[in-house]
């Protein structure tokens, strides 16, 4: 038997979690069932967990878009009882079963074994928010975008991209300028090699189609009036990496950075992203984030405390990262 977070819909239409003891039998198919040792709560999982958008799109349904632990038994030949393995997306805790259990049967072809140097509590205190910020400084630097270019905007600062996004930039050399709502944060994340801070109030109402040229570049996980006016403020040539919509999902912006700056807008998806992008990912944040970098914007809860806490994530009160220890 085993621990699990389900969600179920109750008849007033309002999503119920509750920790429920399961065994293997539950499981849903799959070719590896794992140990989970952890997971994490990212953005999706609050709007899971607190019903607050269509996430789950069945009931009952574990929740937990990643998780990091061992193999306990596999019929597909390229994992094997003990290997060390991580996962991030695929519709994992919203139409097939996730991790915010103290087991998980999924795919092989989902599974990414564990870089060489990360364990498992490393592997889930970067968890999607922190692979997606890696996903987004490979898109930045796809375009060829290098530190003597120009400071980097990262906006939703404290969240798990944000912060994340801010460590991997400054390690890479950047100029880093973070964007929160947050001012009383500041000393985190300049901790986390943030060089200015930028109050997002500045960017979060309407404005102008061109704006100064402040920004050579920036990764974006707030998206709505934000990203138009981060678009806005790129310079010449520059480049914007989206992922989120912690504003909103709606773009009220006009093609003009794009047509008369050259501005590139990319977007950035973790779910569907191909194995070979993932494993590029996780070898580069093995090797280039310090883990004590890591370690200090990381809080660890319970299965038991999960519930409250992705509610406080989505009400914009967590800083960096929460980790969810499986054994706890
Ligand atoms: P977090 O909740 O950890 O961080 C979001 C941050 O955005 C907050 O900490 C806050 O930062 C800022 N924020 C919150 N509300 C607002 C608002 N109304 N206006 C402006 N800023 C706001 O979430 P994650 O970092 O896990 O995820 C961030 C976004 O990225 C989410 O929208 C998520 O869905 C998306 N995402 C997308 C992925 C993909 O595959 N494309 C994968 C992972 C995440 P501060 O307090 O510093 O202002």
Known sequence: MFKAMVLSKADDGSTRAAIESLDEGDLPAGEVRVAVDYSTLNYKDGLAITGKAPVVRKFPMVPGIDFAGHV????????????????????????????????????ADWLVPMPAGMDARHAMAIGTAGYTAMLCVMALQDRGVAPAAGPVLVTGANGGVGTIAIALLAGLGFTVHASTGRLEESDHLKGLGAAEIVDRATLAAPGKPLQKERWAAAVDSVGSHTLANVCASISYGGTVAACGLAQGMDFPASVAPFILRGVALIGVDSVNAPMARRLIA?????????????DKNTRTVGLDAAADAAAQLLAGKVRGRVLVDLAA
């Open 282 to 294: 996780w070898r580069r944040l093995a090797a280039e984030l310090p883990m004590d970098l890591l």
């Open 72 to 107: 306990l038994e596999s019929s597909d030949a390229r994992f094997k009882p003990g290997d060390a393995v991580l996962l991030n997306g695929w519709g994992v805790g919203e139409s097939h079963w996730g991790g915010l259990a103290g087991q998980a049967r999924v795919k």
